[in-house]
Nanobody
Framework: VQLEESGGDLVQPGGSLRLSCAAS????????MSWFRQAPGKERELVAE????????NYADSVAGRFTISRDNAGNRVYLDMNNLKPEDTAVYYC?????????WGQGTQVTVSS
């Protein structure tokens, strides 16, 4: 099982990034997918989540209206489009996959928002 995040970078406030998570080793379409983030000295928090078919999404209040989660079940990928980034969005972003019996995490990708 592997979840590999990519797309993290240093970006200026107001900028945009697209994070991607490539999944392998499990039946991706059957798993609920999420993005979490963890800033230095803070607990890991849920950023966004999407149901198996992609029909329903949920966002943290702090990112609603700026971030969009989507998934490609044919390509085994989940994405996080981040717009109007703020310094407080700086964190390591993690991809997470979950079904009734399994719980998988990626290694994370660093997003830094700074001028």
């Amino acid at each position: 099982v592997q979840l590999e995040e990519s797309g993290g970078d240093l970006v200026q406030p107001g900028g945009s990034l697209r994070l991607s998570c490539a999944a392998s080793g499990f039946t991706f379409s059957r798993f609920h997918m999420s993005w979490f983030r963890q800033a230095p000295g803070k607990e890991r928090e849920l950023v966004a989540e999407v149901t198996t078919a992609g029909g329903d999404t949920n966002y943290a209040d702090s990112v609603a209206g700026r971030f969009t989660i989507s998934r490609d079940n044919a390509g085994n990928r989940v994405y996080l489009d981040m717009n109007n980034l703020k310094p407080e969005d700086t964190a390591v972003y993690y991809c997470h996959a979950m079904d009734r019996d399994h719980d998988y995490w990626g290694q994370g990708t660093q997003v830094t928002v700074s001028s």
